[in-house]
């Protein structure tokens, strides 16, 4: 089995001069699935980047199960659930297992109230 080890750029937001965070991902794929693993916070600034890289990671060469792992997430608004949805969109085309992993309580509660869980049909561990 052999393992890549793909970074993204980081990308550094501040908001007027408060805290600056680090956001994106990082990717283990292996010969059977890929781990993306996403940190900070996925936003309008940052959501794009993350888009970019999941696709890629889906289109090449079709992992049979990606699973992304939130557990590094401090914030998310609708354009990384935006992100989240589309690249479940994708994996169905490819017939690829796309799993949610390390939701936090915060993240599980906001994902059930808007329905979001219920796309993944199981594939989600808290």
């Known amino acids: 089995m052999s393992i890549n ?5 980081d990308l550094v937001l501040s ?9 994106g991902m990082k990717t283990v794929a292996g010969e059977n699935g890929a781990l993306a693993s ?13 888009r970019d890289q999941l696709i890629a990671l889906l289109h090449a060469p079709h992992p049979r199960t990606v699973s992304i792992d939130l557990s590094g997430v401090t914030h998310i608004d609708s354009s990384g659930v935006a992100t989240l949805i589309e690249a479940l969109k994708i994996a169905r085309n490819f017939k690829t297992e796309l799993r949610l992993q390390g939701l936090h ?3 599980h509660r906001l994902f059930e109230a808007t329905g979001i869980l219920s796309l993944f049909n199981g594939g989600v561990e808290k």
């Open 5 to 9: 080890i793909v970074k993204g750029p």
């Open 15 to 23: 908001n007027s001069g408060g805290s600056i965070e680090k956001s």
């Open 38 to 50: 996403l940190y900070g916070r996925i936003d309008i600034d940052s959501s794009p980047a993350v």
């Open 105 to 107: 309580d915060r993240l």
